[in-house]
């Protein structure tokens, strides 16, 4: 759970900060929720007859996933930082607690871990989570999420509002309509209504503002990064994918890969998709975000250039790569 420190009353600041505000009582999450101060959770609370307070309803918005924090008061607690991927969030452990779910079920959603989810097991069964991906930095490209399926062509309103029809409809059961023959899957959860078409636009809209953070200053090394930088462009071969101003060849008409162009460990994610194809993603802001891969299966951004040299056969030096790191974080 992330807190937003804008929303909290002086009162209750100076009280966390004295100590007198314990952070595990279930009632003092009740209390952030009055406060709107809960990144991605909406609550219904009410008082009971002895004074403690009790939940009513409650939702979760975008935000839990694709937000975070920048801890600036207390771990957990800071600046609200929209579009930035929760990596600390156990999804899979949260749903795994619902008392309608099998336990074959309950097992495999909590087997996933921190920052991992999969949006398709409960289209085809499979077991197979990718980890939680930014929501900055995706105005201009044509094509949404790791496997490109999110595009005009199948979401008018827009690539981006593909995915939040999809997340809206078949992972919230939010009241509203998604079809996809491509995956032959079909979800109406309209009531004599559609809670979610109208909704579209705007979200798109805002999280096209969103743009990606670049690496802060004297977290890497400037004049290895400028090296790194014409690596980048040469040697190493980074830019024959990873092109243009969004580093992505995305926006070169919608262009996709192959399944065996992906150097993560997992190859089967994309034959569960629409496209059975990979979209290269784009690269700025990737220092925020470890692990990497669709699948995590990188754990920092050498890893990353480790993988590409070892499996490209790029021959890159321990300088060049350690170069080509800092490049990478410079993003």
């Known amino acids: 759970m992330k807190v937003d420190a804008s929303a909290l009353p002086p009162e209750v600041v100076e009280a966390i900060q004295n100590g ?46 694709h937000s975070t924090v920048d801890n600036s ?26 008392p309608a779910l099998t336990q074959e079920q309950k097992d495999v959603y909590a087997s996933w871990g921190p920052g991992m989810y999969d949006p398709r097991y409960n289209h085809d069964g499979l077991n197979n989570p990718v980890v939680i991906p930014p929501a900055y930095g995706l105005y201009g490209l044509p094509k949404a999420i790791f496997t490109g399926d999110g595009d005009v062509e199948h979401e008018p309103e827009g690539p981006v509002a593909y995915w939040n029809r999809y997340v809206a409809v078949t992972q919230m059961h939010g009241h509203g309509y998604f ?12 009531e004599n209504d559609d809670l979610v078409t109208d909704k579209l636009a705007a979200l798109q809209a805002y999280q096209f503002s969103i743009d990606a953070p670049a690496g802060p200053e004297g977290t890497y090394n400037a004049d290895k ?27 070169e008409g919608g262009f996709l890969h192959p399944q065996s ?65 800092e490049y990478l974080k410079s993003l």
Request: charge should be neutral; glycine fraction near 8%.
């Open 20 to 65: 007198q505000v314990d952070l595990n009582d279930p009632q003092t999450t009740l209390v952030l929720l009055q406060l709107g101060a809960v990144v991605g959770v909406k609550g219904q609370v009410s008082q009971n007859n002895d004074g403690s307070l009790n939940l009513d309803r409650m939702g979760v918005t975008c935000a839990l996933c």
């Open 261 to 325: 162009a992906s150097v993560a460990v997992d190859k089967d994610y994309v034959n569960r998709s629409a496209t059975k194809k990979w979209r290269v993603s784009p690269l700025k802001g990737i220092w925020f975000h470890p692990p990497y891969f669709h699948d995590g299966s990188a754990a920092t951004l050498s890893d990353v250039v480790e993988r590409y040299n070892s499996q490209l056969n790029l021959g890159l030096t321990a300088d060049e790569k350690a170069n080509l790191t």
């Open 179 to 190: 079809k996809d023959d491509r995956i032959n899957w079909e979800v109406d959860y309209r």
């Open 225 to 251: 990064a400028a090296q790194g930088k014409i690596l980048f462009n040469n040697k190493a071969q980074c830019a024959t994918c990873h092109s243009g101003p969004r580093f992505t060849d995305v926006t």
């Open 73 to 98: 008061f207390a771990p957990g607690i800071g600046n609200r930082l929209d579009g930035y991927p929760n990596r600390d969030l156990n999804p899979g452990l949260i749903i795994s607690l619902s």
